[in-house]
């Protein structure tokens, strides 16, 4: 465990070290994405939107303006949000009859135009994505990818003949969560939210929580059930089968570039960041080590290697700058690129390269004549201990506790009788959130930890970003 502002002080600096990202845009919680951030988020969106793809999902996009009489149907949700919300009064010199505010989310900017799309069963179910940015009035201390006021968004809106279609999706949801956490080697938990603490408007909310080193929680994103929560307020119907109209049953699932922002504190050294190879923009770069005698011999067999693993479809780079090779490792690994190729007179005489894994910084040889394959292993070799790593940290700070005072950073695991005047004293003993119930774990018969009723339901509680 690393406390908080030794962690908060490394990850400030690291994020525009490695060239992730600029945070001297003019306008607080607003950063430039620069372009190494950006191929990493876009390798994330990429994957994404295949996944949403290839579940029957269409991807969208709407405006970025909500007008304020549509934004307002929806009560609990305007509740939620509306503190949050930036508003757009003027036109020019003109005042605007009806407010615009940017988009927090876009439910209230989609929901009026499915109640347009949607008439009869055959439209459902009706499955969409977008990825846009979003915008919130964050007056806590913004923090890059964690905590910002304009927010890199991903959002899939789904509506549903019934509830039982709906939580379909849902598990459907939770798959395409598991395959991405894969790729991106990061453990995380699904809690069903209190109802204290769920999404403005839901029915139900599923958090997804990855663990930071500092045994601090950052929820990374969520899906929820709404049941006809909006499809009433925004009169999304449709006519079944004997010619009934019917309120659609609507599900939601969110994430941002909170994503990066926890793969960036989960996986690093005092090195700098280690990106896993499937998002990794560069995967691999090559350093030519330039002897005085035939230089051209090096950079040659170089730029042959470089075009071979190019042509195989690795992301791969070449980093022939006029500089000492030492610098140009430091460089690297500061960025978190997985594999490193050196190459040498002497590697070349030996007709083999030398590869250099940024996780363990274990070296070995590959015989020119195995290149592709042997780099091919290196990766997922680091993709899979990588993810081992992170599965054991994670797992190692998952406490079960039968008494209050034993809470500690972390995950705390303890059985609960439901009742929220229960929950709320046990968010007060610990300064600590109740995650909520774990979703895909067994019950475990206990006591509520607060007043002894026998119990089979248990929660996790952590301290929260
Ligand atoms: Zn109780």
Redesign the pocket.
């Known amino acids: 465990m690393r406390s908080s502002e030794e962690f908060n002080d490394w990850y400030v600096e690291i994020v525009e070290k490695a060239g992730l990202t600029d945070k001297r845009y003019p306008i607080k919680g607003m950063n430039v994405w620069t372009g190494y951030g950006w191929k990493a988020m876009r390798l994330i969106d990429t994957y994404m939107r295949q996944e949403l793809d290839d579940t029957g999902h269409d991807e969208v996009c709407f405006p970025l303006l909500i007008p304020k009489n549509e934004f307002q149907k929806e009560e609990d949700h305007i509740k939620g949000f509306s503190a949050e919300v930036y508003w757009v009064t003027h036109a020019g010199e003109n005042k605007l009859d009806i407010p615009l505010l940017l988009r927090p989310t876009s439910e209230t900017a989609m929901y009026p135009m499915f109640s347009l799309w949607i008439r009869s069963h055959a439209d459902l179910p009706l499955k969409t994505y977008q990825l846009v940015n979003v915008f919130r009035y964050e007056t806590k201390q913004t923090r890059a990818f964690i905590r910002m006021r304009e927010i890199h968004f991903f959002e899939a809106h789904t509506c549903h003949v019934d509830f039982e279609d709906a939580e379909r999706q849902i598990a459907e949801n939770l798959e395409i969560m598991k395959k991405l956490a894969k790729k991106l080697c990061l453990p995380y938990v699904l809690c069903k939210r209190p109802d204290w603490d769920k999404f403005a408007g839901a029915f139900y909310t599923i958090g997804i929580d990855s663990l930071m080193p500092t045994g601090r929680t950052l929820q990374m994103g969520s899906i929820h059930q709404y049941k006809e929560n909006f499809s009433r307020p925004y009169d999304i119907k449709y006519e079944d089968d004997n010619g009934q109209h019917q309120y659609v049953h609507q599900t939601t699932y969110g994430m941002s570039e909170r994503i990066l922002g926890a793969l960036i504190s989960i996986h690093n050294d005092e090195k700098g960041i280690i990106l896993p190879p499937d998002i990794a923009p560069t995967q691999i770069v090559i350093i030519p080590i330039i002897s005085k005698q035939e230089p051209e011999v090096v950079t040659n067999k170089c730029q042959e290697i470089f075009a071979q693993l190019k042509q195989a479809g690795f992301r791969v780079h070449l980093d022939d700058r006029d500089l000492r090779p030492g610098n140009k490792y430091y460089d690297w690994e500061l960025k978190g690129v997985p594999l490193r190729i050196e190459l040498g007179a002497r590697d070349i005489q030996n007709g083999v390269i030398t590869i250099a894994r940024r996780d363990t910084g274990d070296k070995s040889q590959i015989p020119f004549d195995n290149i592709i394959e042997g780099i091919r292993e290196s990766l997922l070799a680091i993709q899979s201990d990588l993810l081992t790593r992170a599965q054991k940290q994670h797992d190692e700070s998952i406490f079960e506790i039968t008494d209050i005072s034993e809470a500690k950073p972390g995950i705390n695991v303890m059985n609960?009788?439901g009742?929220e005047d229960?929950g709320l004293q046990v968010e007060n003993a610990t300064d600590m959130a109740v995650l909520g119930i774990p979703v895909e774990v067994e019950p475990k018969s206990g006591n509520?930890i607060?007043?002894g009723?026998p119990t089979e339901i248990l929660i996790y509680v952590a301290k929260t970003y």
């Open positions: 609960w009788c009742e229960c509520c607060v007043c009723k």
